[in-house]
């Protein structure tokens, strides 16, 4: 959110599709498959209402009843040999596999993937994994020439109820087999309810848990932060910029900054935090929320480490909306003072369908001791290992400022990187549904 000094936005990469990407960081360096070709078979989740935990979730794990549950790609089939148990097994060579969709799981929940695997060239391993559930991608390796059995335990994400599952080959012409995958529901996630604000009130919001910005803030944005435009309606707060006039009280014309210069007030929002309220280090938080992508407008779902100065204290961007993007950053400080080092990805709004501004979303970010990522409705939007974030000279030189408590921030910007307001239809609002954060017994 902060660009001090006019800084840009530097060492931005292809914006991702929000498509699942391949694993950064699962079992093993292997790739994962791609999506597959499309299907048109039915959803195969079970329909007998909510599974009990331990029941079985695949539809045809054993490849017994034909191509209806799983779709297959690029040459891979299922074989009427070798095997586990039953009559028939999934065969795979280079970059071929079968993966099936599953719909209706539950957010937040613990869910173990199990399969037995066995290939008949050690140095090209068949891979059983799990995919789009709201988490890095987790598989298992299978590098033997007799069958063998295999385990994956994963996390849904707090706003995901899908995943995919595969058996794939990466590389290498001779065969790999897969048999008799087993999808079931363990448990409760470890992952707890903190601290959290549903904004079921009314008014303003409340006290106890949040703090407000006041005035000219940073990036010569044009609103002055005021309390009264924030409130809660009909169970979401709202943020609302507002254009008015006034005289600046702030305005003093011999100081040189931009905050004093400013005769007039033209335009006010509000910023939210819970500085002095409440902060944290690690575990995940989610928000739910809704943007317009309207020209001049940049709301924004952040936070800011507790010490030091900017950016050596840290910030995370878990959604900033302007230009008609969506962005996902991670800073931290550099040898120049207020200068950042940036990790950033964006996405297009436009690429996310026509109607997708009509709805609320939900941004989560997941935060350990040794990584972050940050998710949009399930799929990964940007992650970076902490091991590259360390400071520079400037401030809190060597110190990493992820590995200290945040608070999170919630604000609508006008103007500045939003662009001009000139065609901005006032008032305007950002929507906010919930926040939610969770952390384990052990907070990491």
Same mark, same amino acid.
């Not at 995958?181 to 006290?207: H, I, K, M, R, T």
């Not at 309207?294 to 050596?312: F, H, K, M, V």
């Given at each position: 959110m902060m660009s001090w000094l006019g800084i840009a936005?530097?060492?931005?990469?292809?914006?991702?599709?929000?498509?699942?990407?391949? /694993?950064?960081?699962? @079992?093993?360096? @292997?790739?994962?498959? !791609? @999506?597959? /070709? /499309?299907?048109?078979? #039915?959803?195969? =989740?079970?329909?007998?209402?909510?599974?009990?935990?331990?029941?079985?979730?695949?539809?045809?794990?054993?490849?017994?009843?034909?191509?209806?549950?799983?779709?297959?790609?690029?040459? #891979?089939?299922?074989?009427?040999?070798?095997?586990?148990? !039953?009559?028939? &097994?999934?065969?795979? $060579?280079?970059?071929?596999?079968?993966?099936?969709?599953?719909?209706?799981?539950?957010?937040?929940?613990? *869910?173990?993937?199990?399969?037995?695997?066995?290939?008949?060239d050690s140095n090209h391993p068949l891979k059983i994994g799990v995919k789009d559930y709201g988490g890095e991608e987790l598989g298992v390796l299978f590098e033997?020439?007799? +069958?063998?059995? !295999?385990?994956?335990?994963?996390?849904?994400?707090?706003?995901? =109820?899908?995943? $995919?599952? *595969?058996? *794939?080959?990466?590389?290498? &012409?001779? #065969?790999? *087999?897969?048999?008799?995958?087993?999808?079931?529901?363990?448990?409760?996630?470890? +992952?707890?309810?903190?601290?959290?604000?549903?904004?079921?009130?009314? !008014? #303003?919001?409340?006290?106890?848990?949040?703090?407000?910005?006041?005035g000219f803030v940073r990036n010569e944005e044009l609103q002055w932060y005021q309390e009264d435009n924030a409130y809660q309606e009909d169970g979401v707060l709202v943020i609302e910029g507002r254009e008015e006039m006034r005289k600046n009280p702030g305005h003093d014309p011999t100081d040189s900054s931009w905050q004093s210069q400013r005769a007039w007030i033209e335009y006010t929002s509000s910023s939210i935090t819970t500085s002095g309220r409440a902060q944290w280090q690690y575990g995940r938080i989610a928000v739910r929320a809704k943007v317009t992508n309207a020209g001049g407008t940049w709301p924004a779902i952040w936070t800011l480490g507790a010490d030091c100065q900017w950016p050596s204290n840290g910030e995370v961007d878990i959604m900033e909306n302007y230009s008609g993007s969506l962005l996902a950053n991670f800073a931290w400080g550099t040898d120049t003072p207020w200068v950042a080092s940036w990790d950033t990805q964006s996405v297009a709004v436009s690429s996310l369908g026509e109607d997708w501004t009509d709805d609320f979303h939900i941004w989560e970010l997941h935060w350990t001791s040794e990584a972050m990522q940050i998710y949009l409705d399930g799929a990964l939007l940007n992650d970076v290992s902490l091991s590259s974030t360390s400071n520079g000279a400037a401030s809190c030189a060597g110190e990493n400022p992820f590995q200290q408590p945040h608070y999170l921030l919630l604000n609508l910007a006008l103007g500045s990187n939003g662009g001009s307001v000139d065609s901005l239809p006032f008032p305007t609002q950002y929507r906010v549904d919930y926040v939610r954060v969770y952390q384990t017994t052990a907070a990491d």
């Amino acid at each position: 959110m902060m660009s001090w000094l006019g800084i840009a936005l530097v060492g931005c990469s292809t914006p991702p599709s929000l498509e699942p990407p391949a /694993p950064a960081s699962g @079992t093993d360096d @292997t790739e994962s498959p !791609g @999506t597959g /070709p /499309p299907t048109d078979t #039915a959803d195969p =989740t079970p329909d007998s209402g909510t599974p009990e935990p331990g029941a079985e979730l695949l539809v045809d794990p054993g490849f017994e009843d034909g191509d209806a549950a799983w779709a297959f790609w690029g040459g #891979a089939e299922r074989v009427m040999h070798d095997a586990q148990e !039953g009559d028939w &097994a999934l065969r795979t $060579t280079a970059t071929n596999g079968a993966e099936q969709s599953l719909t209706g799981l539950k957010p937040n929940t613990t *869910y173990q993937l199990s399969g037995w695997g066995r290939t008949t060239d050690s140095n090209h391993p068949l891979k059983i994994g799990v995919k789009d559930y709201g988490g890095e991608e987790l598989g298992v390796l299978f590098e033997g020439p007799e +069958y063998t059995q !295999g385990s994956v335990t994963f996390t849904t994400g707090l706003g995901s =109820t899908g995943a $995919t599952i *595969y058996a *794939y080959k990466h590389t290498g &012409a001779q #065969a790999g *087999y897969a048999d008799n995958l087993s999808l079931s529901e363990v448990g409760p996630s470890p +992952y707890v309810l903190v601290w959290s604000d549903d904004f079921d009130g009314v !008014g #303003a919001p409340d006290d106890s848990r949040w703090t407000f910005e006041s005035g000219f803030v940073r990036n010569e944005e044009l609103q002055w932060y005021q309390e009264d435009n924030a409130y809660q309606e009909d169970g979401v707060l709202v943020i609302e910029g507002r254009e008015e006039m006034r005289k600046n009280p702030g305005h003093d014309p011999t100081d040189s900054s931009w905050q004093s210069q400013r005769a007039w007030i033209e335009y006010t929002s509000s910023s939210i935090t819970t500085s002095g309220r409440a902060q944290w280090q690690y575990g995940r938080i989610a928000v739910r929320a809704k943007v317009t992508n309207a020209g001049g407008t940049w709301p924004a779902i952040w936070t800011l480490g507790a010490d030091c100065q900017w950016p050596s204290n840290g910030e995370v961007d878990i959604m900033e909306n302007y230009s008609g993007s969506l962005l996902a950053n991670f800073a931290w400080g550099t040898d120049t003072p207020w200068v950042a080092s940036w990790d950033t990805q964006s996405v297009a709004v436009s690429s996310l369908g026509e109607d997708w501004t009509d709805d609320f979303h939900i941004w989560e970010l997941h935060w350990t001791s040794e990584a972050m990522q940050i998710y949009l409705d399930g799929a990964l939007l940007n992650d970076v290992s902490l091991s590259s974030t360390s400071n520079g000279a400037a401030s809190c030189a060597g110190e990493n400022p992820f590995q200290q408590p945040h608070y999170l921030l919630l604000n609508l910007a006008l103007g500045s990187n939003g662009g001009s307001v000139d065609s901005l239809p006032f008032p305007t609002q950002y929507r906010v549904d919930y926040v939610r954060v969770y952390q384990t017994t052990a907070a990491d």
